[in-house]
């Protein structure tokens, strides 16, 4: 797979896996499948995940990808059951809304996201996260996102997230 793979909503790829993502609407028994899994493991061996991934090896992804560009895709699929609503706004900025004076996500869990290394962490934390954002993401960010998970992707997002101001001493 080559390293420029692009989730975006113009891209081939991005086109392919929102068309499969709205298709969950139709396929309740895979989305129910895909949502039951509460690890990556469980994602991957899932029949649901198997016709997602023959699915994508037919729209062009790779059967030679790496164990970790296949982890993130099961990720992803694993994730993208879970969002209900296709929202333009970024994760972060998504995460930090308001619901009455509090954050969708806390500061604390937010912080504890972003020290997240593994997929596998990754995808355990995220599957906690999106309930809590009414099932609410933009399906481009969260798949590039979790696909080009990293320092820089962090960091991106540390910067995004609307932290409360604290009153000075």
Known sequence: MEEKISW????????????????LEEDRASRAVLRRCATLDAVALSDAYQRFYR???????TENASEWQRDKLAAIAGLLAHVKTD??????IKMSELAGDRPLV??????????VETTDELFISLRRTLPL????ASVEQLARDVYW?????RKKWAYSYRWT?????
Do not use: V
Request: hydrophobic share 40%.
């Open 87 to 92: 929202d333009t706004q970024r994760l972060p």
């Open 165 to 169: 101001a604290k009153p000075s001493a």
């Open 149 to 153: 998970w990293n320092d820089d992707t």
């Open 106 to 115: 806390s500061e604390l869990r937010f912080r504890d996201l972003l020290k």
């Open 8 to 23: 975006s909503a113009e891209s081939h790829m991005g086109k392919m896996l929102h068309k499969w993502w709205l298709g």
């Open 133 to 136: 954002m009414g099932h609410q």
């Open 55 to 61: 699915y994508m090896l037919a729209c062009g992804w």
